[in-house]
């Protein structure tokens, strides 16, 4: 099973009972917010949002998990991966900060948890786990509208298409994420715009890890060199400060002796 969902935003209220779901399931704390940050609801703690636009309307954003990821194709280590399932899922222990897949993402969905000590990058994984589980994503669960709904993505599509046939005069004629850089398992239909999702940028139907792929084949050779030249300075460092609480120690020693 491909997994997907499909966010129909003309049955969102903005109850934001989502957010709620996901920061409850990955105990996400408070927001802090960060004036140079984007306006749109996403943070290290915010892994889903609800933005409200003109009219009332309300559109969900978050990770589109695309079919073929240009985080993971930008990301040097191997943290960011595309699931058999659908899910883009991150693993922490393999990333080493430097947001290359911040940079890549079409969609500006990663975001940097500058409140750790060793920061990493946090964003939606599709409920990867309850996935596979047979289970629906959090988000999906708690949504009292049914306006995100959970399944199959061949599914899904042909039930997007098929509110958009029966309500031409409701609905733009298009599935967001369909086709867009290779096509998403985060997919939308709408009654309103949603070029801001893109900042109103066309993506085109070109997978982006054609483009990203090539360039980070040049990355290998230096990355390894400056992980090696930074590991060398935190060995030396680590070194001198174990030597420094010895040297310490044994003059704590010396003095209750002497």
Known sequence: MKAAILTDTTKCIGCRECVVACKRTYGLGPDV???WSSD??????????????PGPKFIRKQCRHCLEPACASACPVGALHKTPEGPV????????????CMMACPYGIPRYDWEQAVPYVRKCVLCHERVQKGQQPACVEACPTKATIFGERETL????????????????????????VGGTSVLYIS??????????????DKPLPTLTAPAMQAVPAVFVGMGALM???????????????TETADAKKDETHG
Request: aromatic residues 10%; charged residues 30%; glycine residues 8%.
């Open 157 to 180: 599509l042909a039930e997007a298409k098929k509110r958009i046939a029966e309500n031409p005069g409701l609905y733009q004629a298009k599935v967001f994420g369909e086709s867009e």
């Open 191 to 204: 009654d309103t715009d949603l070029s801001f999702l893109t900042y109103g940028r066309p993506l085109g």
């Open 33 to 35: 917010p960060r004036r």
């Open 40 to 53: 749109d609801g996403l943070s290290a703690r915010n892994w889903t949002a609800v933005v409200e636009k």
């Open 89 to 100: 899922v991150y693993d922490s222990s393999k990333c080493i900060g430097c947001r290359y």
């Open 231 to 245: 590991s060398g300075l935190w060995w030396l460092t680590n070194r001198r400060n174990k030597v420094k609480q």
